[in-house]
């Protein structure tokens, strides 16, 4: 019996260091959004509501009303999934929604005084959660960390560059 084969960990094939630490970076964004993500989600599900509920809310609360469209947009959600989730909002009276005068295709969408009576209940606490999510950070290590991922997002938004390896 051979006693000197050690188990060896694979290697792992390089495409060069740049390209090498892109992936590894991705692939830590990705773990962190997970992370708050689940943190978010279990917050919201103790106070009956999913995330894509809590965001048209909060959209609604914070900047007053606003079309089905536009919500889709600053949700970064999509039509279906919007629709949806307005539906349930509107069946648990938590937004109202009239058509669009200048759209008879569109919908203004209102938040009532129950969905502004929840997300006033649950908002705070879900900033604090935010905040203590990213506390680990300085002033100055989150200020740098928000310029460079607006940096990556806003660069490569105008160029679309995902749509070119498609």
Known sequence: M???NKSKSPKIKSYGPKVDKSMKTVVRIDRVFHLVNN???NYLSKNNLTF???K???VLYHLGDLTTGSITKLTSSTPGNTTVVIKNLKRDNLITSIKDPNDSRASILSITEDGKNIIEK???DHAKNLYDFMNVLNDE???TLYDLLNKIYNKNKKEKQWRKLV
């Open 56 to 58: 048209v809310l909060e």
């Open 122 to 124: 649950v908002f705070p």
């Open 52 to 54: 894509n509920q809590f």
């Open 141 to 143: 290590e989150m200020d």
């Open 2 to 4: 051979n006693t000197n």
């Open 39 to 41: 943190l978010t989600e």
